[in-house]
């Protein structure tokens, strides 16, 4: 047990922190909910950070250290199911991926040239024409897509459907992480200027104790992360999943409670994170879907 | 970044459960009641002299003390294998925990000579004498006063909430010597001094949990100071800082919860409702127990935790919580009689968020020193 980051996993969370930095802040101008980055996801693409997992040297922990601070970003990007989940299909599948979930529509699909097919128990990849595909307005926060009819379908083997749900949480898990920690951070930036009463509103013990709640969940969610990508284990994958779906529907409304006014805003980018966050509180089954892998995989049947 | 264990902290652990199987008895779960009652107690003390005897009691001390100068892993191990077993040391944790640790960095030669060999040898129980009546997150409002006169001085106020004081040998004492947060100093007090009187305070944790103490003139000689004068709320950062995720309450709130799904299971009662509430438990279980190694590991590397080491408490009070509601509300025959286990682990719960400072003083430091937010006006 040593939580010390390797000499390339620094290395490689500075690069990653130093080209995220040019798009975590929120254009201006830009009120809307979609805020994605063709630029971003070319850099990314350009310095083979997709490929993170692959190399010894790094493996699916560091590639979930990138996802997490990724998606701390105003501007969204595929980068989840690329790091972590396109390592573990069987045989090479070109990006960008997407995760269609009995039909309905999902992040990225609409520019996905991989799709991970969920239908009930079972998982199927698919490789789209992109007429196949078409983009769907949301409030989601996330480029969201749809497919048009009938695709050609690669039925998973038992034991990669199994192995490629856990790494789908695992992904989950890290994205969200991201996502929750950039809220906060967020919120904390607003209630620490933002006066009323003469004094910050982040002095008042009424927002303070929340907050703090929020930010045990974060950090909770972020070791639960780092040792699922770590381990691979399906238990693990499945807690982290678990508590990220948990924590992120506990403090997504706290959060904008807490900003008052603006947090009924599009000025204010706190509505990129949270609405994010809702987009993945329903996948994989949602809360109820990761509790039944947690039973399946944490607690020893009798 | 590594989440595995090395091998000899593999064969640490299981030398640790080699040794709970061949010493605890076969009705161990039901002596449980309270970790502070007599039975316990005396339990304790003859467990302790046979963890000592093993090595096993003080591993992470320095060798002159009766340690092998092991890690804080060692030493986290080891907190953790015995809270998962229902803490069959009792009230000796704290000695091995911070007691001792926190003698050796401040006392005075002869301090050191008293007091640590019969903690190494597991045959001393300490309690500690912080709370006050009007003194509990409030710490520095504590009005116990410690009087010189001549080469001794006279203390007298009250304590309460005190934890094992009923079988103490002696008191790990908080007392104001002149005022303010600067005027307090520690003095460590036989319990068997003139002028000092026990009461058990009923609890909901167990028998013989908390006490009230009062000290009327209690006279111990200036020797009796650790550290200087008013030098207290240094040494208590010290000590708790160790302190604050000393207990790995996850260890025993999981094994709980395993217990609770297992027999749940076997009764056909293990539906959906308390599937998500069984895995929101024990994600919050792991949670904290990750958040807690993150401080050890903090601790092996030389650092200092800070407020992290608050957020870690705070994450296994959510876990000591997540089990107790579980149980209660799906396998509630638990507590009336059907389980010792559980319900020792639910009494015990309850102090998860109170003792060693409440948890929303925790929350205090989380927003300060963790999220920077802007301090509340006093």
């Not at chain 2, 000290?215 to 000689?221: G, K, N, S």
């Amino acid at each position: 047990m040593d939580f010390t980051l390797t000499a390339d996993q620094s290395a490689l969370c500075d690069a990653i922190d130093r080209l995220a930095q040019r798009f975590d802040a929120k254009p201006i101008d830009f009120h809307g909910f979609a805020l994605a980055s063709a630029e971003l996801d070319r850099e990314l693409e350009e310095g083979s950070y997709f490929d993170i997992a692959q190399i010894p040297e790094l493996g699916p922990l560091s590639a979930a250290m990138a996802v997490e601070r990724l998606a701390r970003c105003a501007h969204a990007s595929e980068t989840a199911l690329s790091m972590l989940v396109r390592p573990q299909l069987p045989g090479e599948f070109a990006r960008a991926l997407a995760l269609v979930e009995n039909g309905r529509p999902g992040r990225f699909v609409a520019q996905a040239r991989t799709l991970i097919l969920i239908d009930g128990e079972e998982l199927a990849i698919a490789e789209p024409a992109p007429e196949q595909l078409e983009a769907v307005h949301s409030i989601y926060a996330y480029p969201m897509g749809r497919v048009k009819g009938e695709l050609k379908r690669n039925r998973l083997s038992a034991a990669d459907a199994a192995s490629i749900r856990s790494w789908l949480r695992v992904a989950l898990a890290a994205e969200a992480s991201g996502l929750i920690q950039a809220a906060i951070d967020s919120t904390v930036e607003h209630i620490s200027v933002r006066k009323q009463f003469g004094r910050p509103l982040g002095s008042f013990q009424a927002l303070r104790h929340r907050m703090a709640e929020c930010q045990v969940l974060a950090g909770g969610l972020r070791w639960l992360m780092l040792k699922a990508a770590w381990s691979g284990d399906a238990g693990d994958a499945a807690l982290a999943a678990s508590h990220a779906q948990d924590s992120g529907t506990r403090i997504v409304y706290d959060l904008h409670q807490m900003l008052g006014a603006m947090g009924m805003t599009l000025e204010h980018p706190l509505h990129l994170w949270t609405y994010r966050l809702k987009a993945l509180f329903s996948e994989l089954g949602g809360r109820g879907g990761q509790a039944s892998a947690v039973a399946q995989h944490c607690f020893a049947a009798a | 970044m590594d989440f595995a264990w090395t091998p000899e902290q593999q064969r640490f652990r299981a030398e640790l459960r080699a040794f709970l199987a061949e010493h605890l008895p076969p009705n161990w779960e039901e002596l449980a009641d309270g970790p502070a009652s007599e039975l316990q107690s005396q339990f304790a003390n003859g467990f302790c002299g046979k963890l000592a005897a093993a090595g096993l009691l003080v591993p992470h001390w320095p060798a002159r003390w009766g340690g092998r100068d092991a890690d804080p892993w060692t030493a986290f191990i080891l907190a953790e294998e015995m809270w998962m077993a229902g803490e069959p040391r009792g009230g000796q944790y704290m000695n091995v925990n911070w007691i001792g640790p926190t003698l050796m960095r401040f006392g005075s030669p002869e301090q050191q000579q008293r007091y640590i060999p019969p903690m190494a040898q597991g045959h001393t129980i300490w309690c500690q004498g912080f709370s006050e009546p009007e003194a509990g997150s409030d710490l520095a409002s504590l009005r116990t006063r410690a009087e010189p006169d001549g080469d001794h001085y006279r203390i007298s106020g009250q304590k309460i909430w005190t934890s094992y004081a009923g079988y103490a040998d002696t008191c790990f004492l908080l007392a104001r010597t002149s005022p303010g947060k600067n005027g307090i100093s520690i003095f460590l007090v036989p319990m068997d001094t003139p002028g000092i009187t026990v009461r058990q305070i009923p609890s909901v944790i167990g028998e013989g949990d908390i006490h009230e103490v009062f000290f009327d003139a209690v006279c111990v000689p200036a020797t009796a100071m650790l550290g200087g004068e008013g030098q207290a709320w240094d040494i208590v950062r010290a000590a708790l800082s160790l302190e604050r995720v000393g207990i790995p309450r996850f260890a025993l709130a999981s094994r709980a919860l395993q217990r609770a799904v297992k027999r749940l299971q076997q009764l056909g009662r293990f539906g959906n409702g308390a599937i998500e509430q069984a895995a929101r438990a024990q994600a919050a279980c792991e949670a904290a127990r990750l958040y807690s190694y993150a401080i050890i590991d903090q601790r092996a590397h030389g650092i200092i935790a800070g407020p992290e080491a608050s957020a870690a408490r705070y994450a296994t009070v959510n876990a000591e919580r997540a089990v107790g509601e579980f149980v209660v509300e799906h396998l509630p025959e638990a507590l009336a009689g059907g389980d010792a286990l559980l319900q020792a682990h639910h009494q015990r719960a309850i102090v998860a968020g109170i003792a060693s400072g409440a948890a929303e003083i925790q929350l205090n430091l989380i927003a300060t020193e963790l999220l920077k937010l802007p301090r509340e006006p006093r």
